[in-house]
């Protein structure tokens, strides 16, 4: 099954999107409060998990035949894979990341 790519391009730009809110560091170079790569990872985790969310809501509403058409489903769930995969993406990056700063000499 493949991912329609506007689908994929609009995962992306939500996922750039949940950095740039982050505040600008102080005079001493450390920001002031939240705005951490931490907060970031837990706001794109918090939208994957309202993605697959709302992809198993359509699902439960045209499955009872409440409200809802096929395409509202296929589109929904094609969304949430594409944020999974946008999620899977950066962990490996991460593990990479934390993998070859633990190979650097001390």
């Not at 005079?27 to 309202?50: H, S």
């Not at 045209?62 to 395409?71: A, D, L, P």
Request: proline content about 3%; glycine content about 12%; hydrophobic content about 45%.
């Amino acid at each position: 099954m493949s991912i329609p790519a506007s689908l994929a391009l609009d995962a992306y730009a939500r996922a750039a999107g949940i950095g740039a809110g982050a505040p600008a560091a102080s005079a001493g170079g450390i920001k002031e409060g939240a705005g951490g790569f931490g907060d970031i990872l837990k706001q794109a985790l918090d939208e994957a998990v309202e993605t697959a969310k709302a992809g198993e809501h359509k699902i439960a509403a045209t499955t009872s035949g409440r409200e809802g058409n096929i395409v509202d489903v296929v589109t929904a769930v094609a969304e949430a894979e594409a944020t999974l995969q946008t999620v899977v993406t950066v962990r490996d990056r991460v593990i990479t990341a934390y993998q070859e700063i633990m190979r650097m000499p001390i």
